[in-house]
């Protein structure tokens, strides 16, 4: 940790921990020290206005009210400085439990401030305390929105005023070290950053195919001019929807990887077990995070087996059929919002509901690879180290069977691996035939 940011959080908390003692003096009807202040206006926040630290430029993005300032640093406190809360495990004599007032969750030991936490401190939890908390714990609050300061509800505590409040994962890591860390992949944000090591040369798709991956690259280097330098931000809708279709194991993964990698993007696969919820309205939830987060930092973001989150809406028969219909119609109102890049991925496009069909501006069809591209797969794959027998025709094999990419690539690796636990013996053909007919069968092309 660098030692401007070091510094600036540590006048921060000095400043907290202040507030905390003159909460619970007035509180606990305790004398203070003289010439202690008395209220919080007389104890104003640290002035940062002039540091460079990454908590600086976070304050300085707009005016905080004393409540947000709270908040920031409320949910920052179990992360610099725990022993801060414990004065709220204090128990209540008369009644032998700990004080309501508080709030907060506990496990074991430690304690997570929630939004009855942040309501006592600014003002004793009073009602004009609550609705001031109450107001930037709203989903459409910039810390809520830009996952700031998350509000973690659970079923002993559901209500916003209740939850546990955190700061994000990836938030914390820059204002520690002044970098970003990822988000974490979980049910609060169900998404995953994908790269590749490979480069545009290692693909291997079919020219209509490489032209049509062009025209998403061309969105991304060239739409913020088209939209707002040429004026048409008011005539055409924002961002670029493009899908990606074709049998499994085409590319389509590693092609929008890709795409991202050559734009300095990064991309995010949505994780769609971690989406969709028996819950009413949590797939809209979880969903709006996403979208939200990549808004803010220009990802890409990437819908695998697009038609499991985005098929066709059907017959309202009952209020499950209704409440599904609801979830297809807040996806195309995110998707026709966002004005970033989405990208679909389907093997059965016909599956996807009409209305998103008709919106998307770029449709990449990823074909199996022909015999000549199979080939260009086959030379490529194997490793430098690798030897083949002389009885290895990858031209006839290329011929012969009409393989994916990616089971190619399956059966390069099956065999090299048998080569490399046989004291890096040549790779026969009897050892690829055997390792194609493992493949074709897994894929069920072939009986076992």
Not at 256 to 264: F, I, N, Q, S, T
Request: glycine share 6%; aromatic share 8%; hydrophobic share 40%.
């Amino acid at each position: 940790m660098s030692d401007i940011h070091l510094a600036d959080l540590e006048r921060e908390l000095e400043w907290f921990a202040r507030v905390l003692d003159l909460r619970f003096n007035v509180y606990f009807a305790r004398e203070p020290r003289p010439g202690a202040p008395r209220t919080l206006a007389e104890l104003p926040p640290p002035e940062l206005g002039d540091s460079t630290s990454a908590y600086a430029r976070l304050l300085g993005e707009r005016p905080l009210e004393l409540v947000e300032r709270l908040a920031l640093i409320l949910a920052l406190v179990p992360h610099l400085r725990p022993q801060l809360l414990d004065v709220f495990s204090v128990k209540n004599a008369t009644f032998d439990r700990r004080f309501t007032e508080f709030g907060g969750t506990r496990s074991d030991d430690d304690f997570e401030p929630s939004g009855e936490t942040l309501a006592f401190i600014l003002d004793g939890g009073s009602l004009a305390a609550r609705a001031a908390v109450l107001q930037i714990l709203e989903p459409d609050h910039p810390f809520v929105r830009h996952d700031i300061v998350r509000v973690v509800p659970t079923p002993r505590a559901p209500s916003a005023m209740k939850a546990a409040l955190r700061i994000s994962p990836e938030l914390l890591g820059l204002l520690l070290t002044g970098r970003r860390s990822p988000p974490a992949h979980d049910p609060e944000f169900p998404a995953l950053r994908i790269d590749t090591a490979m480069t545009w040369d290692d693909l291997v798709l079919p020219p209509s195919t490489l032209r049509q991956l062009h025209e998403v690259q061309t969105f991304i280097a060239h739409g913020d001019t088209l939209m707002r330098a040429w004026g048409m931000a008011t005539r055409l809708r924002p961002g670029h929807r493009a899908l990606f279709h074709g049998p499994p194991g085409t590319g389509k993964t590693m092609s929008a990887a890709l795409v991202g990698k050559l734009a300095g993007r990064d991309v995010y696969r949505v994780d769609l077990s971690l989406v969709v919820s028996k819950y009413i309205g949590e797939t809209e939830k979880n969903l709006s995070r996403v979208f939200d987060r990549a808004q803010q930092r220009g990802w890409l973001l990437f819908f695998d087996e697009a038609d499991a989150l985005f098929g066709r809406r059907s017959a309202t028969n009952d209020a499950h059929d209704r409440y599904a219909n609801q979830e297809v119609a807040y996806l195309l109102q995110r998707i026709e919002s966002f004005d970033g890049i989405t990208i679909l991925a389907s093997n059965l496009p016909d599956n996807l509901d009409d209305a998103f069909a008709r919106r998307f501006e770029s449709t990449v069809y990823f074909p199996l690879p022909r015999p000549a591209e199979r080939l260009r797969l086959w030379t490529r794959g194997f490793s430098p180290k690798a030897r083949l027998a002389p009885d290895v025709d990858l031209a006839a094999l290329a011929r012969a069977h009409e393989l994916s990419g990616a089971s190619i690539m399956n059966i390069i690796r099956r065999v090299s691996l048998t080569a490399i636990a046989e004291a890096e013996r040549a790779i026969s053909d009897s050892d690829l035939q055997q390792a194609i007919r493992h493949e074709l069968t897994k894929d069920g092309r072939i009986a076992g």
